[in-house]
Every structure is written in structure tokens, then in C-alpha cells.
């Protein structure tokens, strides 16, 4: 079953523009599906996965080069870097654009490697799970989230509401496209493979780690703060290794694209402002499962609740940004004084400020801290409180109530 991505069409836009097109992303969300589905019968498909296909890759690159020319899709070309300055050297004596199409579920080994070999002839996109637009095939090609007036309305009329129990579900089983476009899917064995199968794969590929089960912990440890300021020293406390382990395995979870570091704003106007990133798990049913929470019920009604919550809305905020082809200008604001704001948007010099909250009933109280925004002398736009509410009000004259559909 195939689920039309919101990245189709930037795609086409690139692979019309460069040589070589690169999409990264965690394993499982739809990478390859996506440019197979793009690329259609004329392009051929070769794995890295293969154990044959490669140790030709790795030991006999030009020879590889032969066998399998342009136009082609190589999945996982972090797996044989040994490559890249043949394909580099293919793409030099024939600029033709759209050559060559690779997918990477490490992004940042991999960026290393293509930064010194295809500067200048790659373009570089990142994919995440489904977003709920994507899953329910509604409004795919809308642009990035902005919350403005004419915006909202636009994605007012083309999503439906969600009760409180479908989102809860919804978060529940989370974005890979295999469990979220097939309910007769085993939830639970589809996550317990994926977990080993990382563990097996790309784990060992990014480090030497010597105790699997102690990155297990680190990675449930994690999960459960999803949506969290991030404490490295309680973070490795809890998986008991040592910090310099946990900031090491901590970039193997980014790398990974399993999790997503909001950094804070922060200028030289005030010195009060805490400087520590949030973390986000990228997928809700991953964290979900790691932190063991056995149903949707469950899990609304448990100490994760609103955490989750934040974490399913950034995802989507992320998806709605990056499947277009743009890098998310995200950040947020907090100060030694307690004040916080969930998200800022950064866009054109204006903050767009954004809180998320569990509730159906948003008041001026949730956006108290919006005024705090006014010390960095930019212009603050459009700003709301992303909720559980039915319909999207003005709770100001420059704030209005989101609901999460809307998203």
C-alpha cells in the first residue's frame, strides 16, 4: 500500500536540478518506497542490504559502477562509502540531472562522507514518518505550518476532527508507514523486531558498543523524556554509564534519526536564558513502546499524557516543514525566571510563539509568556496555543486556539 508523501514534489524539483539526490531518514519510514514509487520502471533498484551486491560495492566500486549505471536508486549507500567518487566521477562526465538517487538511514556519518565527495552535485533531503495528513491522504501538498489566520483556515477545511480517544490512538501507534497504514499489523512485534534490528545494525555500524543492553536502557531512558529539557549526567545515571557514553550514544539516537534536539533561541540580551536543548523521540509509537505503555487508554490516561502530546505535535510541526524541503527554523524560549514558550517559528525575522497544551479550553493565561518575546526587538507574529480544542478562536488579538487537526 502506498501513501502519497507531501516530498513528492520537492523531489521532482531536485532530481530535475542535480545529479545525485540523497533522502536520509530513520529506517522504516518510507525511503525507499517513496523513490521507487517516484523513480517508476525505468529506474533499477539495487540494495546494500544484499550481502553480494555489497562486497562488490565495497571491493570492486568501478566494477559495480558498470553493472549497474544511471539511471538507478542505491539504498543504503552509507553501508559502502567506497562509491561516492565513482559516482562523483560518473556525474562529472555526464552532468545529466537525476542520475543517481541514494537513500541513507544515518544521516550524520553519511553527510560527512557526501560533503567531501559530492559537494556541489548533490541535493539532500530528510524523511520522517508519516505525517496525519499524509496517513489519511488529506491535503499532502499544503506548505509549512505558520500560524496565521489564513492558514488555519485553509487547513480547516480539509481535515477532519479527532476525539480524543482517535488521537490518543493515533499517537499510540505512531508514524512508520507499515503500522500506521495496516491496523491488522502486530504493534507490538513490528516495534520489539525494529528495536533489534537497530540494535543488530545500525548500532554497531555508528560505535562499538560493547553492552547492548545498556544502550536498551539508555534508549528507554531517553524515550521517557521525550518532550523534556536534557540532563546528559541523569540520563546516563539511569543506563549506568558514564556521561562522555551518554553524549557518545546520544548523537548515535540523532544520527539515527530516532530523535530530534530543539535548541533554545538565545541572544546576549539576556544572560537568564537557559541554553540546554529539548529532546524529542521522532516517532510516538517507538517511544510509546519503549517506555511500555500497553494500550492508548493507558497511555492518555498515564504521567507520559501531556508529554506525548508535545512530542506527537513537534513531530508533526517537523514533518510539515522538512517534507517540504525546508529546514525547520525551531527553537524555544525559556529563562531562569520559569517563563517558557513551547515553540518559536522563526521565519522572515518575525517569531511566530506557539504553546502546546492538553486541554480543550485555552485561555489567555497559556500564552502569558508570549510579551517575554518582545526584549529580542524582532517583530512577533502570529502567535497560538496548540490544544485539544474543536475549533480555532482568537484568544487575542495576535493569538488563536489550534487544534491539533489542524497541525
Given at each position: 500500500m502506498y501513501s502519497a508523501r507531501t516530498l513528492e514534489g520537492y523531489i521532482s524539483k531536485a532530481a530535475a536540478q542535480f545529479p545525485v539526490l540523497l533522502l536520509t531518514g530513520a529506517r522504516q519510514v518510507g525511503k525507499t518506497t517513496l523513490l521507487r514509487h517516484l523513480g517508476g520502471s525505468e529506474r533499477a533498484y539495487v540494495s546494500l542490504d544484499d550481502p553480494l551486491v555489497l562486497s562488490l560495492a565495497r571491493e570492486d566500486p568501478a566494477l559495480f559502477m558498470q553493472r549497474f549505471p544511471a539511471p538507478v536508486l542505491i539504498d543504503e549507500i552509507q553501508y559502502a562509502p567506497q562509491l561516492l567518487p565513482y559516482i562523483k566521477m560518473a556525474t562529472d562526465a555526464d552532468r545529466k540531472a537525476g542520475g543517481f538517487w541514494l537513500t541513507g538511514s544515518q544521516q550524520f556519518q553519511l553527510m560527512r562522507n557526501v560533503s567531501e565527495s559530492l559537494a556541489g552535485r548533490v541535493a539532500v533531503l530528510q524523511l520522517l514518518g508519516l505525517s496525519r495528513r499524509e496517513?489519511?491522504?488529506?491535503?499532502?501538498?499544503?506548505?509549512?505550518?505558520?500560524?496565521?489566520?489564513?492558514f488555519l483556515s485553509q487547513r480547516a477545511r480539509l481535515m477532519d476532527t479527532m476525539s480524543l480517544k482517535d488521537l490518543y490512538a493515533h499517537i499510540w501507534r505512531g508514524s512508520f508507514p507499515a503500522l500506521a497504514l495496516d491496523a491488522k499489523l502486530d504493534w507490538k512485534l513490528f516495534l520489539n523486531s525494529y528495536v533489534q534490528t537497530y540494535l543488530q545494525?545500525?548500532?554497531?555500524?555508528?560505535?562499538?558498543?560493547?553492552?547492548?543492553?545498556a544502550f536498551l536502557r539508555f534508549l528507554r531512558a531517553s524515550a521517557a523524556r521525550t518532550g523534556q529539557l536534557l540532563n546528559i549526567s541523569e540520563l546516563a545515571r539511569d543506563a549506568d554509564v558514564s556521561a562522555v557514553t551518554g553524549r557518545k550514544w546520544l548523537s548515535i539516537l540523532e544520527a539515527s534519526g530516532l530523535i530530534y534536539l530543539l535548541e533554545p533561541y538565545f541572544t546576549n540580551v539576556t544572560k537568564r536564558m537557559v541554553k540546554t536543548p529539548k529532546l524529542y523521540f521522532l516517532d510516538t509509537g517507538l517511544a510509546v513502546y519503549l517506555t511500555e505503555w500497553s494500550s492508548p487508554e493507558t497511555l492518555e490516561a498515564g504521567a507520559m499524557s501531556g508529554a506525548i502530546l508535545e512530542t506527537w505535535i513537534m513531530g508533526e510541526l517537523l514533518k510539515s516543514w522538512l517534507h517540504n524541503g525546508l529546514r525547520p527554523p525551531f527553537y524555544y524560549y525559556r529563562d531562569k525566571d520559569q517563563k517558557e514558550v513551547d515553540l518559536l517559528i522563526v521565519q522572515d525575522g518575525t517569531i511566530f510563539p506557539l504553546e502546546f497544551k492538553k486541554t480543550a479550553s485555552p485561555d489567555k493565561h497559556d500564552i502569558r509568556h508570549f510579551s517575554v518575546l518582545e526584549k529580542f526587538g524582532m517583530p512577533v507574529g502570529m502567535g497560538?496555543?496548540?490544544?485539544?480544542?474543536?475549533?480555532?478562536?482568537?484568544?487575542?488579538?495576535?493569538?488563536?486556539?489550534?487544534?491539533a487537526s489542524l497541525i
Amino acid at each position: 500500500m502506498y501513501s502519497a508523501r507531501t516530498l513528492e514534489g520537492y523531489i521532482s524539483k531536485a532530481a530535475a536540478q542535480f545529479p545525485v539526490l540523497l533522502l536520509t531518514g530513520a529506517r522504516q519510514v518510507g525511503k525507499t518506497t517513496l523513490l521507487r514509487h517516484l523513480g517508476g520502471s525505468e529506474r533499477a533498484y539495487v540494495s546494500l542490504d544484499d550481502p553480494l551486491v555489497l562486497s562488490l560495492a565495497r571491493e570492486d566500486p568501478a566494477l559495480f559502477m558498470q553493472r549497474f549505471p544511471a539511471p538507478v536508486l542505491i539504498d543504503e549507500i552509507q553501508y559502502a562509502p567506497q562509491l561516492l567518487p565513482y559516482i562523483k566521477m560518473a556525474t562529472d562526465a555526464d552532468r545529466k540531472a537525476g542520475g543517481f538517487w541514494l537513500t541513507g538511514s544515518q544521516q550524520f556519518q553519511l553527510m560527512r562522507n557526501v560533503s567531501e565527495s559530492l559537494a556541489g552535485r548533490v541535493a539532500v533531503l530528510q524523511l520522517l514518518g508519516l505525517s496525519r495528513r499524509e496517513s489519511a491522504s488529506v491535503g499532502v501538498d499544503q506548505g509549512p505550518f505558520l500560524p496565521s489566520a489564513e492558514f488555519l483556515s485553509q487547513r480547516a477545511r480539509l481535515m477532519d476532527t479527532m476525539s480524543l480517544k482517535d488521537l490518543y490512538a493515533h499517537i499510540w501507534r505512531g508514524s512508520f508507514p507499515a503500522l500506521a497504514l495496516d491496523a491488522k499489523l502486530d504493534w507490538k512485534l513490528f516495534l520489539n523486531s525494529y528495536v533489534q534490528t537497530y540494535l543488530q545494525r545500525d548500532v554497531r555500524d555508528l560505535a562499538q558498543v560493547g553492552d547492548e543492553m545498556a544502550f536498551l536502557r539508555f534508549l528507554r531512558a531517553s524515550a521517557a523524556r521525550t518532550g523534556q529539557l536534557l540532563n546528559i549526567s541523569e540520563l546516563a545515571r539511569d543506563a549506568d554509564v558514564s556521561a562522555v557514553t551518554g553524549r557518545k550514544w546520544l548523537s548515535i539516537l540523532e544520527a539515527s534519526g530516532l530523535i530530534y534536539l530543539l535548541e533554545p533561541y538565545f541572544t546576549n540580551v539576556t544572560k537568564r536564558m537557559v541554553k540546554t536543548p529539548k529532546l524529542y523521540f521522532l516517532d510516538t509509537g517507538l517511544a510509546v513502546y519503549l517506555t511500555e505503555w500497553s494500550s492508548p487508554e493507558t497511555l492518555e490516561a498515564g504521567a507520559m499524557s501531556g508529554a506525548i502530546l508535545e512530542t506527537w505535535i513537534m513531530g508533526e510541526l517537523l514533518k510539515s516543514w522538512l517534507h517540504n524541503g525546508l529546514r525547520p527554523p525551531f527553537y524555544y524560549y525559556r529563562d531562569k525566571d520559569q517563563k517558557e514558550v513551547d515553540l518559536l517559528i522563526v521565519q522572515d525575522g518575525t517569531i511566530f510563539p506557539l504553546e502546546f497544551k492538553k486541554t480543550a479550553s485555552p485561555d489567555k493565561h497559556d500564552i502569558r509568556h508570549f510579551s517575554v518575546l518582545e526584549k529580542f526587538g524582532m517583530p512577533v507574529g502570529m502567535g497560538g496555543v496548540i490544544c485539544l480544542a474543536s475549533q480555532s478562536l482568537p484568544l487575542s488579538q495576535t493569538a488563536w486556539s489550534v487544534p491539533a487537526s489542524l497541525i
